[in-house]
């Protein structure tokens, strides 16, 4: 038995802040012996690591670094000529190149926390029934050093106050490439039992788009495969500086037989080659020529056409947004990119490569009208005052789910759910409590719960009794009670599922995650997260897909998609946005440009909106250049609302209005989030003053009331739902 040094006078909110602080290790065992491995020419060493939120990650041995121990039996190995696999078990990455120098370290495998398959999977790969096909989302450096923001990160500056993304647009593989700095393994990059080669390639004009066809070979012999076609561009260096290379759109072919081709397209939409200019508010592609690479890793590319660009083309004319408050020093730029461009195009020329001239077209987009459901919620407003309708604004604080045992279970009617809106309008017009339930590999809810026997009433169990299945409570009994079972899938974790480069495989999980969630009468999952990765040390890394945001968006885009095939569920795409740090992350502010903060940090949000229109969004906890994400009418209103087109509705992350959350309530309302959650008693208290005061407006109120009614009459939380806006 283990005891655990907590103060029982810690509330439940300072308890979780210790336990994510003090994570669990795997236990490193016994070191090898000889007679562990007598008779044995190979092994298969796995390295393993927890995941989770609240806390960042360390630059310690048994953490980032392999410890002295894993050491000294990968180097066992190694000395008595056992060939060895090393497979990393974790939410990010492990630094082991000073292993992979052991001649006897023969290959790595990185299985990024599978799920409940994963052994199987692992098995199918390993005996060779199945060619690997994943590349990976996110570059692994030779060096932690190497990342550019590798001094300033989290912790490791003494400050978690204030994160200065000095780096820009330079982040993961725009850095490693544009400034020449060899990785480890580079971004897109993976091994086959099987070999491709590419030829064939066409370019032709689509609607504001550049389309390029490839034919893709399976040359190999004896494996059959599947790989990831991966197209990046080369965008004019004029008056904005730009990195060398970006990911413009990949495409993965089906399983190919030794000797089998497939013409597989890729259409890169104008955005995707646009610049953002602060100076003008605008997108822009400059004038000049854009160079189209072909490869299956960023670091193995080679140029395969030419988009010539006659005049600057204006994308699209946004307004300024969430302005700087202090100075902030970028890095220095790469150097010679003049000189990589002009022998790029050189090139070009002297390979006589197809050449295009893109056209685009200005589009006007307009406000879809309003529908019947719509209408409905207008109408049902109109039936009270505006004060009448606060409650609805917070999730249900009436039945002892305040502070401080609310934080990510903070259901009633599904145990273990992590929340649900109000019940207060469910006798007066049959509105009900919308159910919701976390991520992120699956549908998180209570394993096993109690009822009482006499009474037929739940049990309560706060969130410690949920955390490592009660693990950390003494005296879990429940006496006179029947226990009852809630079984849900362990899917893969983010960072894997985006490894996959497979978004028709993540709209088919998505699918199967809609199965679970109309099972236990779940109408909003709480997944899936797609901030970016900046820095390998972000404890969140694991939840989310990739450093680049096409990646993230299109996976987002993917999991919403599959997901709200079911009738009357839907995600809740997070965590909106910058929340790149997990140390101190309710009061770290990210300070960054307006550009990067555009092209990096918001770009996949954008995608999965206008590509999937997901039910919800759930706004960050950290504040974005001095001002809460929560509290950010820029990004809640401005960017989802007016420019992407969002119609569905905004919360809050938990706990952000709590003392020590850092957003303010009616606040969260006047900007554009229109749920606070889990609902805190001091809510309740915040909004009312807030609106007899004048401060929170009838229109306000009214604004936030009628976009949640709009999706809450789409869910499955009344009968005769269909699939989210079909």
């Known amino acids: ?43 298969i060493y796995v390295i393993s690591r927890v995941a989770g939120e609240n806390a960042d990650r360390k630059l310690a041995e048994g953490d980032f670094y392999l410890s002295e121990q894993e050491k000294e039996n990968i180097r066992f190995l190694d000395a008595a000529g056992v060939a060895t696999l090393l497979v990393i078990n974790a939410g990010g990455q492990v630094d082991i190149a000073e292993m992979l120098e052991l001649p006897q370290v023969q290959g790595a495998m990185f299985i990024s926390q599978p799920g409940q398959e994963g052994g199987n999977a ?65 971004f897109g990059y993976g091994l ?60 993965k072919t089906g399983l190919l037989a030794p000797g089998e081709e497939e013409q597989i397209s890729v259409c890169i939409p104008a955005k995707g080659l646009a610049s953002y200019d602060e100076a003008g508010a605008s997108w822009i592609i400059e004038a000049g020529e854009v160079g189209l690479w072909i490869g299956n890793a960023s670091d193995n590319l080679k140029l395969a056409g030419v988009l010539s660009i006659k005049d600057e083309i204006v994308v699209e004319t946004v307004s300024n947004i969430c302005p700087l408050q202090e100075e902030l020093k970028g890095i220095d730029l790469p150097e010679n990119l003049a000189e990589r461009q002009d022998t790029w195009q050189q090139q070009a020329k002297a390979e006589g490569l197809p050449v295009l001239e893109f056209a685009f077209v200005p589009e006007s987009r307009k406000a879809p009208e309003a529908d019947a459901i719509r209408r409905e919620a207008e109408a049902l407003y109109e039936k009270l005052p505006a004060k009448e309708w606060l409650p609805l604004l917070y999730g249900e604080v009436s039945k002892g789910q305040g502070a401080p045992g609310a934080l990510g ?30 991520g992120p590999a699956g549908v998180r809810l209570t394993k096993c719960y109690h009822v009482d026997q006499t009474t037929g009433q739940l049990v309560g169990a706060g969130m410690f009794e949920n955390l490592e ?89 993917a999991m919403t998609k599959g997901v709200q095939s079911a009738p009357g569920v839907g995600t809740t795409i997070k965590h909106f946005a910058c929340n790149n740090q997990e140390d101190n992350r309710m009061g770290s502010n990210s300070i960054l440009s307006e550009r990067a903060l555009r092209e990096i940090y918001l ?124």
């Open 122 to 186: 692992f098995a199918d790969v390993v005996t060779g029934k199945v060619t690997p096909s994943g590349k990976l989302s996110t570059t692994w450096a030779r060096h932690y050093e190497d990342f550019p923001n590798a001094k300033t990160f989290s912790h490791i500056s003494g400050d978690v106050e204030k994160e200065y993304y000095h780096e820009g647009i330079y982040v993961g593989y725009r850095y490693f490439d544009s400034y020449r700095i060899p990785p480890l393994y580079a």
């Open 1 to 43: 038995k283990i005891v655990l040094d907590v103060p029982n006078t810690m509330g439940d909110v300072d308890k979780f802040d210790w336990y994510s602080k003090h994570p669990f290790a795997f236990p490193s065992g016994r070191k090898l012996e000889a007679g562990d491995i007598e008779g044995a020419d190979k092994a």
């Open 603 to 726: 770009r996949g949000f954008e995608i999965a909106i206008r590509e999937a229109q997901p039910m919800c969004i759930m706004s960050s906890y950290n504040e974005i250049n001095g001002v809460h994400a929560a509290n950010n009418k820029d990004i809640c209103m401005t960017v989802a609302r007016d420019e992407w087109g969002f119609l569905g509705i905004i919360m809050t992350d938990w706990t952000t209005t709590f003392p020590n959350g850092g957003s303010i309530a009616h606040v969260c309302i006047q900007t554009g989030n229109d749920l606070i959650m889990p609902g805190y008693p001091g809510d309740v208290e915040e909004l009312d003053g807030a609106f007899e005061s004048g401060v929170l407006k009838e229109e306000e109120v009214k604004a936030a009331v009628i976009r949640l009614l709009d999706v809450i009459l789409r869910t499955s939380a009344f009968e005769g739902a269909v699939p989210y806006r079909s």
């Open 469 to 557: 299945g009660g693990y950390l409570v003494e005296g879990m009994e429940y006496p006179g009670t029947d226990a009852y079972y809630q079984f849900c899938t362990a899917f893969p974790v983010g960072t894997l599922l985006a490894q996959s480069f497979d978004p028709a495989l993540l709209e088919e999980m998505g699918a199967a995650v809609a199965e679970e969630l109309l099972a236990y009468h779940v109408s909003w999952w709480l997944a899936p997260g797609l901030n970016i990765h900046r820095n390998p040390l972000c404890g969140r890394n694991f939840e989310y897909y990739s450093e680049d945001p096409l990646v993230s968006g299109k996976m987002a885009a």
């Open 192 to 251: 086959s039992y099987t070999v491709f080669d590419y030829s064939d390639v066409q370019l032709s004009q689509g609607e504001n788009a550049a389309c390029l066809s490839v034919k893709v070979k399976n040359t190999g012999s004896r494996y059959a495969g599947k790989e990831v076609l991966q197209v990046y561009a080369s965008c004019p260096q004029g008056r904005l500086d730009k990195e060398f290379r970006r990911l413009v759109g990949f495409q």
């Open 409 to 438: 279970a903070a259901g009633i009617q599904v145990p273990g759910s992590a929340g649900e809106t109000s019940n207060a309008f469910l006798e007066k017009f049959g509105i009900p409590g919308v159910i919701m339930a976390d």
